[in-house]
């Protein structure tokens, strides 16, 4: 009997763990959901005969060893963070290890103790990171089969909302973690272009972006993601000419974000006491210059030519020029809007959201002076507010890997990532019989 731990059971776990509880009898897997608030692990569980839900604090060194001594393999759903703790604990009680999130710097140091106690250390393995790498390494290692050479690589993703349920002018809602989205860009980018490095600091990100275009679902503000340049390394591209990975955003989204960026309400390293005595209106002003005029003016005067009706409406449909009062005592900025967004923000009953990604490609095969160009595009739409389309994106690659490794068809250690073809051929195949495939266009 295999023993899996998952530990968190938020909104991105859901298909996760329907998942796994659906295979399990199968498997003569015995799974427990361990979040710190048990009636969500208990509601994720469903009274699955092979499932149990337990109340778990990841603060509790003592019982966090403990939970994870007595399970053979672990999958954290924790905030990226929050990593580090389960991994060191994993690895020294000798336990497999599972999580969606990056590589951090915690797991690098692991990997060799891992790799000595034949231990899975499997990272990036959900929609981004996770589907991106594996989609995109299926396609970059046929054309280096063919003998081609990548010139080109630009990859972009987004958890949007389906345009059926797009009832703001924002065009998002939250379908994970709202403090991410808030603290989304923070940084600098750098990717390589055109054989030159380029960086955008923070300040800048938001306005400096592509657009991407799709014949469904239209025009997407695209802004480049902090690190491109790892990833050079990572799938094997040395030479490139042109690497990016960057976000999707409805189109217009990124100006008026860049509004939140100038005026300082993404800052997350101050805290705003008394907040409950103030208005959203009166939060803008505090960070804005003296000067003559009403407030929208103001606003508007020091955002300078990016400000236009579209942005304005933005604004406006936030209620930051009313009377809408602070409902938390004390925050950060970034919290105080993380609050407001989370009301206007929200997936209602019956809405979908979207998730859209596209891979662009420009290589040369042998013995041709043309460069060919290769589009791989991916949308879901999600079945309602809680069976999210990235909740299922991110879940279902993870689970589909830790079936093919507790089944035998992957047989690997250390820290990994879906990059080879033992891990994405078998991932890609399931998720494209579940209707989650991409289309591919060549010029």
């Given at each position: ?140 290692d046929e054309i280096k089969n063919k003998g081609g050479i990548i010139t080109v690589f630009k990859s972009y993703c987004g958890g949007l909302v389906a345009p059926q349920s797009n009832t703001n002018p924002w065009g998002y809602k ?270």
């Amino acid at each position: 009997m295999t023993r899996i731990l998952i530990i968190g059971a938020g909104r991105s776990a859901i298909s996760l763990i329907d998942y796994l509880l659906a295979h399990a009898l199968e498997h003569q897997w015995k799974i427990t959901v361990a979040d710190v608030d048990v009636k969500l692990a208990e509601e994720k569980v469903a009274k699955h005969p092979n499932g149990t839900a337990i109340g778990f604090d990841i603060r509790n060194a003592d019982h966090r060893r403990e939970l994870i001594g007595a399970h053979d393999l672990v999958i954290s759903m924790l905030p990226a963070f929050m990593h580090g703790d389960v991994a060191r604990d994993c690895v020294e009680l000798g336990k497999h290890l599972a999580t969606a999130s990056y590589v951090s710097e915690d797991l690098k140091k692991l990997d060799a103790e891992a790799k000595r106690k034949n231990l899975l250390l499997l990272n990036e393995c959900g929609l981004d990171p996770g589907l991106d790498h594996a989609s995109a390494m299926k396609i970059i290692d046929e054309i280096k089969n063919k003998g081609g050479i990548i010139t080109v690589f630009k990859s972009y993703c987004g958890g949007l909302v389906a345009p059926q349920s797009n009832t703001n002018p924002w065009g998002y809602k939250f379908s994970w973690n709202p403090r991410n989205v808030i603290l989304a860009g923070q940084g600098t980018a750098q990717w390589l272009d055109e054989g030159q490095f380029k960086f955008i600091p923070y300040n800048r990100l938001f306005l400096q972006t592509d657009v991407v275009a799709s014949e469904k679902y239209g025009k997407f503000d695209a802004y480049a993601n902090r690190d491109s340049i790892s990833y050079i390394d990572i799938y094997g591209l040395n030479g490139i000419k042109t690497m990016l990975r960057g976000t999707l955003r409805q189109h217009g989204y990124c100006k008026a974000w860049d509004v939140f960026v100038k005026l300082g309400l993404t800052d997350d390293s101050s805290v705003v006491t008394n907040a409950n005595k103030l208005t959203y209106s009166e939060l803008i002003l505090s960070f804005l210059p003296t000067a003559a005029g009403s407030l929208k003016d103001r606003l508007k005067n020091f955002v300078g030519a990016t400000w236009d009706a579209e942005v304005e409406d933005m604004m406006d449909y936030l209620e930051l020029f009313s009377n809408k009062a602070i409902t938390l005592a004390e925050g950060s900025p970034a919290k105080l809007l993380q609050s407001l967004l989370e009301e206007k923000w929200k997936l209602m009953p019956g809405d979908k959201d979207l998730i859209v990604m596209e891979h662009q490609f420009e290589y040369v095969l042998p013995g041709e002076a043309r460069t060919r160009k290769l589009n791989s595009f991916l949308a879901v739409e999600g079945k309602d507010e809680n069976h999210t389309a990235m909740a299922l994106t991110v879940g279902l690659p993870l689970a589909i890997t830790v079936k093919n490794f507790l089944t035998g068809k992957i047989n690997l250690n250390g820290i990994q990532r879906p990059i080879i073809p033992q891990i994405y051929e078998p991932m890609l195949s399931e998720l494209k019989e579940q209707g989650i495939s991409f289309t591919e266009r060549w010029t």
